[in-house]
């Protein structure tokens, strides 16, 4: 049977167009080439859903021994309840959000209608804002190099946003009933998250580094063995809510009802999560909305469905 499909998306979200045919189914913080992959969705007649070569990429392809990528199979997030799958509901004093489980991915809209992932260490500046949208890091790094007004716009255009201030730290901490200071306790554990890890300026520059805008958003200090991780690879590192990496990896920007002059970001990154704050309190407004380096991150938000 000839089915058309595009992926078992949420119903809020939108699509970028054509659809594919188918027979049958302050801290300093910054960096190279990344390759740009992903699976786009065709469906069975037995109803399974089967990647085609045409990429799309809510999760990643593995890697295969030759180092190229093997087909997977890719589930778009479905709708449970008030939250869709790639996220967790969060309740606190303010009301409730729907946060990411993983911090955020992107993915860049073909030509043709269909979506590729957009490498995690190039920045979003030479696009424009709709033309790419957020998905969540599941398994995969996530995306440096983004300003708090590029993160927003990846977040809208997924039907999300950036999370408050309040969202994140309630998902961070955990439930209202014990208000932890790390996500995984109240208690530091040395390597549970992903932080205090070599700085990949002074590893590519050595130890009098200018830290201009240049280095720091070098594409090779996203690639560094040892730096940024795969969301998930840290698995102590996840809050009461499920959610991950929400202390180091990357920072996180948030919309900050105390800052509105300047950018807020939360957590910290690889190589400093304690210098500004400890731990879910980690907190950086030395930069304007539109600064990035190879350390700024994001993840979205949205409201539950009613």
């Known amino acids: 049977m000839l089915r058309t499909y595009l992926g078992s998306r949420s119903r ?13 189914a302050s801290t300093f913080a910054a960096c190279s080439d990344g390759t740009e992959i992903g699976q786009r969705l065709t469906e069975a007649e037995d109803g399974s859903t089967v990647a085609d070569s045409a990429p799309r990429a809510d999760i990643p392809s593995e890697p295969s021994p030759d180092g190229g990528l093997q087909d997977a199979h890719v589930n778009a ?7 869709t799958s790639d996220m967790t509901l969060v309740t606190f004093d303010g009301g409730s959000a729907c946060v990411d489980r993983y911090e955020g991915a992107l993915v860049h809209g073909l030509g043709d209608g269909g979506e590729t992932a ?30 708090s007004d590029q993160a927003e716009a990846a977040c809208k255009a997924s039907a999300k946003r950036l ?5 994140w730290t309630a998902a961070c901490r955990g439930r209202p009933d014990h208000d932890n200071v790390y ?16 700085s990949p300026i002074i590893t590519l520059y050595g130890p009098n580094p200018t830290y201009s805008s240049a280095e720091l958003n070098d594409r ?3 690639e560094l063995d040892g730096g940024l991780a795969k ?10 809510y499920g959610a991950f990496d929400m202390h180091g990896n990357l920072h996180e920007w948030v919309e900050d009802s105390a ?48």
């Open 118 to 147: 957009w490498p995690y260490n190039r920045s979003v500046d030479d696009l424009e804002p709709g033309t790419y949208r957020a998905v969540v890091a599941r398994g995969q790094k996530p995306q440096g190099y983004i300003s």
């Open 231 to 240: 969301g998930g690879d840290y698995p102590k590192c996840v809050s009461a």
């Open 259 to 306: 800052n509105a002059v300047s950018g807020t970001f939360l957590g910290g990154y690889f190589v400093d999560a304690k210098l500004n704050g400890t731990g879910c309190s980690y907190r950086t407004t030395a930069h304007q909305r539109t600064y990035h380096d190879y350390s700024t991150g994001f993840r979205c938000c949205s409201n539950p469905r009613r």
């Open 220 to 222: 090779r200090c996203d």
């Open 12 to 24: 809020s979200r939108p699509l970028f167009g054509i659809l594919v045919v188918s027979l049958g």
């Open 77 to 83: 997030p479905q709708d449970l309840g008030p939250c």
């Open 163 to 167: 999370c408050t201030r309040d969202e």
């Open 183 to 198: 996500p995984y306790g109240n208690t530091y554990e040395a390597g549970a998250c992903n932080e205090g890890k070599p």
